[in-house]
């Protein structure tokens, strides 16, 4: 079996800084893509931020400039640093990754259990 673990949530202050991290464990031969989506309440889940295998990083306007993803394959880690927090960035955030259990098996989505981002004063 394969899981993503999440830690870095929290709650910090208008214009503060968290790093969210993504660690997969278990039956791993690669790790594709790691993405980070996000849930505001009564809103649906949106892509915050990817990183393909090769580094590529694809972020939608909203947080651009603010949010930098990047992993550590030597860890199967992902992380998400977040700048200049604002209030609407308040969520919960779900890591995902394509994963490869062999070299013979295709890529397969995992996700995350969530951790909550609250951004408040």
């Known amino acids: 079996q394969v899981q993503l673990v999440e830690s870095g949530g929290g709650l910090v202050q208008p214009g503060g800084s968290l790093r969210l991290s993504c660690t997969a464990s278990?039956?791993?031969?690669?790790?594709?893509?790691i993405n980070w989506y996000r849930q505001a309440p009564g809103k649906t889940r949106a892509l915050v931020a990817q990183?393909?295998?090769?580094?590529?990083?694809n972020y939608p306007s909203s947080v651009k400039g603010r949010f930098t993803i990047f992993r550590d394959n030597a860890k199967n880690t992902g992380y998400l640093q977040m700048n200049n927090l604002q209030p609407e960035d308040t969520a919960v955030y779900y890591c995902?990754?394509?994963?490869?259990?062999?070299?013979?098996?295709?890529?397969?989505?995992?996700w995350g259990q969530g951790t909550q981002v609250t951004v408040s004063s």
């Open positions: 278990g039956s791993i031969f690669s790790i594709d893509a």
């Open positions: 995902n990754a394509v994963i490869r259990r062999s070299e013979l098996t295709g890529p397969s989505d995992y």
């Open positions: 990183i393909t295998t090769a580094g590529t990083t």
